[in-house]
Structure formats: C-alpha cells, structure tokens
C-alpha cells in the first residue's frame, strides 16, 4: 500500500510541476498580472486583493507551519504549501472570491474580481 501511495505521490508531483509553469505563463501571454499574496504569520497578506480574469494569484508561504488557499466551497485549492514553496490560480470569471487555510480555519482571505 505504501508503494501505491509513494507512487501516486510522485506522478501528482510531475503532473503539478508540468503544469504549473504553463498556468502562470499562460495567464502572462493573455496580459494577465501576477499577484503576489504573502502568506505570514498565521495571516494572509494582503487579506484583501483586487484582480481581473486571466490574472494569477500566487501564495507564498513565510511561515513554518504548511498552508492551503482554499475556496470556502472547496472550488479552487492551492493545496498544501511549505515554508518557501508557492501556490497559485488563474483568475476565472466564475470562481468563488472567499477562501481560507484548511490546516487553519480562522485564516480568511477575499479576492475581488473587477
């Protein structure tokens, strides 16, 4: 079973490392911008952050302890994200705009879509 699991592992690392140049490259090619969420303290910094379709949001996390940016209704999730490591979404029209940290509850952060 652990082999299972180990592999499995490894193949949705592959798959996310692949795809995840091509998301925030795409976005750039559309005009899209990069936005850059820092993610310190047990806090999301900014909390607040205006985009536009097609843009990226990018977590990055400064604290020891793992985060996720999730959709309140689980639509979107950035998964876990290591001290160092980054997450990131494209911006869709219809995407939901509340998240939070699934590891912590209380962290809330809001995107609006103008």
Not at 6 to 32: E, H, K, Q, T, W
Not at 50 to 76: E, L, S
């Amino acid at each position: 079973m652990a082999t299972l699991i180990d592999r499995r592992n490894v193949l949705v690392g592959a798959v996310a490392f692949v795809a995840a140049p091509s998301i925030g490259s795409s976005a750039l090619a559309m005009g899209g911008t990069v936005h850059q969420i820092k993610i310190t303290r047990f806090k999301f910094d900014p909390e607040i952050i205006q985009v536009k379709v097609g843009d990226v949001i990018r977590w990055t996390n400064t604290d020891v302890a793992p985060h996720t940016a999730t959709a309140d209704k689980f639509g979107w999730d950035t998964l876990g994200i290591a001290k160092g490591e980054s997450g990131e979404i494209t911006v869709t029209a219809d995407m939901e705009t509340s998240y939070f940290c699934v590891y912590h509850p209380h962290m809330k952060g809001e995107i609006e879509i103008v």
